[in-house]
């Protein structure tokens, strides 16, 4: 810059194209929909188990120490949130970009851009789904039926889009 220019001031960022285009390729959207309900559905049993298992701890050790031991109930709630933030940012900030059942559904996150996804990113999808599926009923789920790319309301708002693995598109694309 010369002299003669004047100063920029701010923020200078280039909108990135999307990454993944349905009409281009359509192995890597083809089935994801319900591949993802059968993926939460893992998923809400992988997270449930532990949290069930330390409910009966929590309720038998009340039971030997005479009620005492429910005081830790309390702890329930933080705890449960903990976890499951804890869970998605780690599953979804593998190298996978995918949750457990995400994996067995041979299907993974990835930003709109491209990029694979983060701890951080991982943890505020969580919190963008279970956010607007209270505050919004379960209907906001019906989105996905309205853009081409098959993307849920959280999926819009944090950036994020599901799409079929490398091996099954791979997969999808070689079958007649």
């Known amino acids: 810059m010369t002299e003669s220019e004047p100063r920029r001031i701010g923020v200078s960022f280039e909108m990135k194209p999307h ?36 409910f009966l701890f929590v309720l038998l050790f009340g039971l030997v120490t005479f009620g005492l031991g429910w005081a830790l109930l309390w702890l329930f709630y933080p705890a ?5 933030l804890f869970y ?23 930003t709109w851009y491209g990029a694979p996804s ?15 599926v209270s505050a919004l009923t379960p209907l906001v789920l019906f989105v996905c039926f309205f853009n081409e790319r098959r993307r849920l309301l959280h999926d819009i708002v944090v950036g994020t889009i599901v799409i079929n693995n490398a091996a099954r598109a791979a997969q999808l694309q070689r079958a007649p």
Do not use: C, K, Q
């Open 19 to 54: 990454a993944y285009d349905p009409a281009r390729n359509p192995e890597l959207f083809e089935g994801v929909l319900s591949r993802r309900v059968l993926a939460f559905a893992i998923d809400v049993v992988i997270i449930m188990t532990p949290v069930a298992l330390a």
């Open 80 to 84: 449960t949130v903990i976890w499951i």
């Open 88 to 110: 998605y940012g780690s599953s979804l900030g593998s190298p996978a970009s995918a949750t457990i059942g995400m994996r067995v559904m041979a299907i993974e996150m990835r």
């Open 118 to 132: 983060y701890f951080v990113l991982g943890a505020v999808h969580a919190v963008a789904f279970y956010v607007s």
